[in-house]
């Protein structure tokens, strides 16, 4: 039977990336929107043009009776979730001094929150079965910290200590659980920048480029498999060496 993978955040950028890649791997794919309805619309068609088994699912992950609502419709859906991908996020630039209490509650709810909420739902299920992999979008900037983005890092570098702890909790129940960091990737998220912003990156970058959404989701599809079965509670650069 196929594997069923739940992607939060797949209508735009890496998480439809991944959809596609997870979708080529020959797995179920769960597409989770919240605003895009006809960018998930119109991937759900190219999927399932394809002869794929996929759904596309409207959910607020950072509500939790949304994200609840999510993966169990998933799981009575395919029989089961094997792979959760916790990538829906949002950014903001700001002086600290200028982040509003509404600010910083979103960027949690939205970056953090909704990866404890789909996890926390999910794992009875992958307890159960002693398999499943669990993949966080993180970031350098919340392995580094960035300027004008305290909110922003904060909840990133909350990811990863999700992911380490939670790596413990339950690598004896057979499931991994990892976090992505992604450098600088062509996506909406950074739509604002400037041709001189990003070219100044890419000088920065050893690699010379910016990264692309495939860059990420093979990342994410590697350790959903077996070739990451003895990874787990790591955080993985995926920055071009932007940061080493
Ligand atoms: P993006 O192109 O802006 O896409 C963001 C995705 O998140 C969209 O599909 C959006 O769905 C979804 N989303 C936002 N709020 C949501 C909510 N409340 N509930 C459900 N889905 C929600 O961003 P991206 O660059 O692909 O980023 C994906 C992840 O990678 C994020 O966690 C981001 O922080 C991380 N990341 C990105 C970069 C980068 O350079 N791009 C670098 C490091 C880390 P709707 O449009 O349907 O609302």
Not at 26 to 50: C, D, F, H, M, P
Not at 212 to 218: E, G, I, L, N, P
Request: hydrophobic share 45%; aromatic share 6%.
């Amino acid at each position: 039977m196929s594997k069923t993978v739940v992607i939060t955040g797949a209508s735009r950028g890496i998480g439809s990336q991944c959809a596609r890649v997870f979708a080529a791997a020959g797995y179920n794919v769960v597409i989770n929107y919240n605003k895009s309805e006809e960018r998930a619309q119109a991937l759900l068609a190219e999927l399932l043009a394809q002869g794929i088994s996929a759904v596309a699912i409207k959910a607020d992950v950072s509500d939790s009776a949304q994200a609840n609502a999510l993966i169990e419709n998933s799981i009575s859906l395919f029989g089961g979730v094997d792979v959760l991908v916790n990538n829906a996020g949002i950014g903001e630039q700001k002086l600290i001094t200028d982040v509003t209490d509404e600010d910083w509650a979103r960027m949690m709810g939205v970056n953090l929150n909704s990866a404890f909420y789909c996890t926390r739902k999910v794992l009875p299920h992958m307890i159960n079965k002693k398999s499943g992999r669990i993949i966080n979008i993180s970031s350098i900037w919340g392995v580094c910290g960035a300027s004008c983005e305290v909110h922003y890092s904060a909840a990133k570098a909350g990811l990863i200590g999700f992911t380490k702890a939670l790596a413990k909790e339950v690598g004896p129940s057979g499931i991994t659980v990892n976090c992505v960091a992604p450098g600088v990737i062509e996506t909406d998220m950074n739509k604002a920048l400037s041709e001189d912003d990003l070219d100044a990156l890419c000088e920065e970058t050893p690699v010379g480029r910016l990264g692309t959404t495939d860059d990420v989701a093979q990342m994410v599809l590697f350790l959903s498999q077996e070739s990451g079965a003895f990874i787990t509670g790591q955080v993985i650069g995926v920055n071009g060496g932007f940061v080493i």
